[in-house]
T-cell receptor, first 113, second 118 residues
C-alpha cells in the first residue's frame, strides 16, 4: 500500500535556529496532509494541515510547504525552543480513502542549548 | 475541560482473554478513531467512525472490533488478544472527518493505553 515516510529519523537543532522536518509520500492521490507533534508520554497533537490546492500554509511559528511534483512536504519551525523537542509525524489522506489517515514513522527533534 | 479519555491507561493480559479499552470524548465530535503505535511504524489506524452506528476499517483492523452506540463513546474490543497486539493504543476524535472542506478537522488524541499481551 501507500507509504508516508521521512527522510531523517532524528534531527538535532540549536536553540533559536529554525528547524526543517521533511516528509516524503508516495501516493499521488494524496491531497490532504497533516503535521502532528508527540511529546514523550503523550498522544499526538495537531500542529497544522494543508490541502493539495495550496503549496504553503503558515501557523504560529510553523510553516508547512507542499511540493506535489516531487511528493514532498516539510514542516518549518521558526526560532526553535526547548518545548519543541518531540517526535513529529506527517500524515496524509487521499480522496480515494476519504476518512483514513496514514501516518509516517516520525522524526525526533532534539534541541541543543 | 475538553478532552478524550481512555481506560485503562496500562493493561497486562494473557493471550485469548477478551478485553475492552474504552474511549470517551466530551466535545460532541462526530469522527472518532483508534490507532496503534509501534516503534518504527508510526501510528496505524485500526478503525474509525464517522458518526453513531457508522464504523469502518482502517489499515490494520484484524483482531479488533469497535462499536459506536453513543456519540461520545468508541470502545475498542479485542475478542482474543494475541502477543502481536502488544502496542500503545490511541483514541482520537474530531468535529468532522479528515479532509472535510470548511470543517474543523483537528484530531484530539487521548493519553494512550499501553497494552501488553503475554
Amino acid at each position: 500500500g501507500e507509504s508516508v515516510g521521512l527522510h531523517l529519523p532524528t534531527l538535532s537543532v540549536q536553540e533559536g535556529d529554525n528547524s526543517i522536518i521533511n516528509c516524503a509520500y508516495s501516493n499521488s492521490a494524496s491531497d490532504y496532509f497533516i503535521w502532528y507533534k508527540q511529546e514523550s508520554g503523550k498522544g499526538p497533537q495537531f500542529i497544522i494541515d494543508i490541502r493539495s490546492n495550496m503549496d504553503k500554509r503558515q501557523g504560529q511559528r510553523v510553516t508547512v510547504l507542499l511540493n506535489k511534483t516531487v511528493k514532498h512536504l516539510s514542516l518549518q519551525i521558526a526560532a526553535t525552543q526547548p518545548g519543541d523537542s518531540a517526535v513529529y509525524f506527517c500524515a496524509e489522506s487521499s480522496y480515494s480513502s476519504a476518512s483514513k489517515i496514514i501516518f509516517g514513522s516520525g522524526t525526533r527533534l532534539s534541541i541543543r542549548p | 475541560e475538553a478532552q478524550v479519555t481512555q481506560n485503562p491507561r496500562y493493561l497486562i493480559t494473557v493471550t485469548g482473554k477478551k478485553l475492552t479499552v474504552t474511549c470517551s470524548q466530551n466535545m460532541n465530535h462526530e469522527y472518532m478513531s483508534w490507532y496503534r503505535q509501534d516503534p518504527g511504524l508510526g501510528l496505524r489506524q485500526i478503525y474509525y467512525s464517522m458518526n453513531v452506528e457508522v464504523t469502518d476499517k482502517g489499515d490494520v483492523p484484524e483482531g479488533y472490533k469497535v462499536s459506536r452506540k453513543e456519540k461520545r463513546n468508541f470502545p475498542l474490543i479485542l475478542e482474543s488478544p494475541s502477543p502481536n497486539q502488544t502496542s500503545l493504543y490511541f483514541c482520537a476524535s474530531s468535529k468532522t472527518p479528515p479532509r472535510t472542506s470548511g470543517g474543523t478537522n483537528e484530531q484530539f488524541f487521548g493519553p494512550g493505553t499501553r497494552l501488553t499481551v503475554l
